[in-house]
């Protein structure tokens, strides 16, 4: 049963990851450079990670800076931010990529905590889901009746836990977004 809840807590911490990640990049008015994460360029016929092409920098609160390592593949970048769709323009000068990201209107600030919504309750769901799987595990051991019920007990309190989780997560997410 111990290796039951092990497992359990484990791929819940795994969910609340995917969470933090997926919240990151629901923008919130300001740079951030996990804003690119999603960024491939073709260098050289190959998709490789912005990450791995140039250094990533904000040199104000709304402007992110690409300076790539190799100068000959500033088209090719700048092609693969217009192809990532993450609505930003880039501004090509012929040695850096600047992109601006604009002010967020009111009306795209609750979109975003919307969207932050459903990411959160998605979340909660693979929780849910977790928690049916780790309750299953549980009825199939063949020991007494007492102890599969503590163990779904047990399995009950870590959903608690995580979802309260998840809560927070969005609460904080929520304030930096409808903060101007």
Known sequence: MDDIL?????????AIESLEKRLT?????RANPS?????????YGVETPLKQL???????ARQ??????????????????????IGLTPNNNGEIIILNIPALTEE??????????NVAEEAK?????????????????????????YCTEEIQELINKY??????????KEKELLSV
Do not use: H, W
Not at 35 to 43: H, I, K, Q, S, T
Not at 65 to 84: H, Q, S, T
């Open 25 to 29: 990049n629901i923008r919130a008015g």
């Open 54 to 60: 140039a250094n990533i920098s904000i040199p104000e």
């Open 108 to 117: 795209t600030r609750r979109e975003y905590v919307k969207q932050a919504k």
């Open 6 to 14: 092990l497992e359990t807590e484990t791929r819940m911490e795994s």
């Open 163 to 172: 979802n309260k989780i998840v809560d927070e997560k969005l609460s904080i």
């Open 125 to 149: 769901i693979a929780l849910r889901n977790i928690r049916q799987d780790a309750n299953n595990e549980a009825k199939k051991l063949e020991v007494p009746e007492d102890d599969i019920k």
């Open 64 to 85: 992110l800076c690409i300076k790539p390592f190799d100068r000959g593949c500033l088209n090719a970048i700048e092609k693969g931010i217009y192809e990532a769709n």
């Open 35 to 43: 804003m690119l994460d999603g960024v491939v360029v073709n260098y």
